[in-house]
């Protein structure tokens, strides 16, 4: 039997942030440290938005450990 071909590397894809509106209100939730209404807007993003699942996963996991400096952060570094 002949080998199987290595796997191609995994690679990185750039996170698709959401639409300006619902980075406006999870920035909100964030200076105010309201951890359900975090959570309620990336509920919000994941069924209006859900290729951007992989970012709103990262930030749910963030929130659970009430890291809201780190979500601030990633909200930064999105695209204008």
């Given at each position: 039997?002949?080998?199987?071909?290595?796997?191609?590397?995994?690679?990185?894809?750039?996170?698709?942030?959401?639409?300006?509106?619902?980075?406006?209100?999870?920035?909100?939730?964030?200076?105010?440290?309201?951890?359900?209404?975090?959570m309620t807007t990336l509920d919000q993003i994941e069924?209006?938005?859900?290729?951007?699942?992989?970012?709103?996963?990262?930030?749910?996991?963030?929130?659970?450990?009430?890291?809201?400096?780190?979500?601030?952060?990633?909200?930064?570094?999105?695209?204008?």
């Amino acid at each position: 039997p002949t080998a199987a071909p290595p796997a191609a590397p995994a690679v990185a894809l750039p996170l698709c942030y959401p639409h300006a509106a619902a980075r406006a209100a999870l920035a909100e939730g964030v200076a105010l440290g309201y951890y359900r209404g975090i959570m309620t807007t990336l509920d919000q993003i994941e069924r209006q938005q859900p290729e951007c699942q992989p970012l709103v996963q990262q930030m749910r996991d963030l929130a659970r450990q009430f890291q809201f400096d780190a979500i601030h952060q990633l909200l930064q570094q999105a695209p204008p």
